[in-house]
C-alpha cells in the first residue's frame, strides 16, 4: 500500500512538473514574442494585436466545447471500465453459463457509447 502511494505521488510530482515548465515556457514565448514582432515589425504587431481579442475569443468557445465533449466521453470510459471489471471479476459466472459472448457484445456496446460521445 505504501509503495503504491508513494509511486502515485511521484507520478504526480512529474506530471505536475512538466506542466508547470510548460506554461513558463508558453508564456515566455508569447510576451518574448511580440517583444522581437515590435522591434523587427511594429505595424505587423499592432494589426495581430487588434485581432488578439478575436482569436482568445474563438479559442474560449472553442475549448469550451471541447471540455463537454471530452467530459462525456470520459463518463462512457469509465462506464465501460466498470462493466469490464464487473465481468473480469465474476468470470467463473460468466465461464460457467457461457456468457462470453454476451458480455462481449455488451462490452462493444459500451465502447460505441463512448465513441459517439
Known amino acids: 500500500m505504501a509503495a503504491r502511494i508513494v509511486k502515485e505521488t ?10 508547470f ?3 513558463v515556457m508558453s508564456i515566455a514565448s508569447f510576451f518574448l514574442g511580440y517583444a ?14 487588434a485581432c488578439f ?4 475569443c474563438t479559442g474560449t468557445v472553442l475549448g469550451i466545447s471541447l471540455q463537454g465533449g471530452m467530459i462525456e466521453q470520459l463518463k462512457a470510459y469509465a462506464q465501460s471500465a466498470g462493466y469490464a471489471e464487473q465481468a ?7 465461464h460457467t453459463y457461457c456468457n462470453e459472448l454476451l458480455e462481449h457484445r455488451n462490452y462493444i456496446k459500451f465502447l460505441e457509447s463512448a465513441k459517439k460521445a
Not at 511521484?10 to 506542466?19: D, F, L
Request: charged share 15%; proline share 3%.
Open 21 to 23: 515548465g510548460n506554461i
Open 36 to 49: 522581437f514582432a515590435f522591434y523587427w515589425g511594429w505595424k505587423l504587431t499592432l494589426l495581430l494585436l
Open 10 to 19: 511521484a507520478a504526480i510530482q512529474r506530471a505536475i512538473g512538466e506542466k
Open 53 to 56: 481579442p478575436v482569436m482568445m
Open 88 to 94: 473480469l471479476h465474476s468470470i467463473r459466472i460468466v
